[in-house]
């Protein structure tokens, strides 16, 4: 596609509920991004794909956070059994590598209650 | 470890006057590279201007420009001719080139506000 694509835009949980957040990155981009923004700060590594892989998952806070990406384009963030602390605005990026900035979606605000 | 200071949490500017956007960094990589990114009310984040750590010359983008001091660990924004439209959060950002090459490190930005 022309762009990032995050859905769903806004998504309103109860806490202890299961989530699913899709990525769908630039056609072409190998590299692919989850961050985590709070209000007010800046975004928060979460996990990075080169292709289908987790090449790094460093920045997952805990085993209730799952990604993947399986064959090597669309991004699933899975987070199980949600605190009211994983509201935040989820944001996904995709690069071709090298030394390029990301391009990022709109992201996904997750409010859980 | 990487760590992105920006101290500014809000800065004002004239319409077509300049502004600097400070940002110092920390890290133990040997080769990194450094970002601005711009962040609308909309919620987009937007690429804006890259520096490496081995560039020669400050990066320019078009009305963007990276004043980058190796030795202080400074890589500041400066906005020329500043418009109305460039009101936004600023974020800076770095990722290592070898190691750390997947992680970028965001500090939590400044706000500028671009006065008519």
């Known amino acids: 596609g022309a762009g990032v694509s995050q859905t769903p835009s806004n998504k309103v949980t109860e806490k202890g509920k299961y989530v699913e957040l899709r990525c769908d990155p630039i056609s072409g981009h190998t590299a692919l991004y989850w961050y985590r923004q709070s209000l007010g700060q800046g975004p928060e590594f979460l996990i990075y794909f080169q292709g289908t892989g987790a090449a790094d998952d460093s920045g997952l806070p805990n085993d209730r956070f799952f990604a993947v990406r399986p064959e090597g384009s669309v991004s699933t963030l899975k987070i199980q059994r949600t605190e009211r602390g994983d509201s935040a605005v989820y944001l996904c990026?995709?690069?071709?590598?090298?030394?390029?900035?990301?391009?990022f979606g709109s992201g996904t605000r997750l409010t859980v209650v | 470890a990487q760590k992105i200071t920006q101290t500014q949490p809000g800065m004002f500017v004239q319409e077509k006057e300049a502004v600097t956007l400070d940002c110092t960094y920390d890290t133990s990589d040997p080769s990194y590279g450094l970002f601005w990114y711009k962040q609308p009310s909309s919620g987009e984040m937007i690429f804006l201007i890259y520096?490496?750590?081995?560039?020669?010359q400050n990066a320019t983008e078009g009305r963007y420009s990276l004043n980058f001091q190796k030795a202080r660990k400074s890589a500041n924004l400066v906005i020329s001719a500043s418009q109305l439209g460039d009101s936004a959060m600023y974020f800076c950002?770095?990722?290592?080139?070898?190691?750390?090459?997947?992680?970028?490190?965001f500090g939590d930005g400044t706000t500028l506000t671009v006065k008519p």
């Open positions: 520096q490496g750590s081995y560039d020669q």
């Open positions: 950002a770095m990722r290592g080139v070898n190691t750390n090459a997947g992680k970028s490190t």
């Open positions: 990026a995709s690069s071709s590598g090298g030394n390029y900035g990301y391009t």
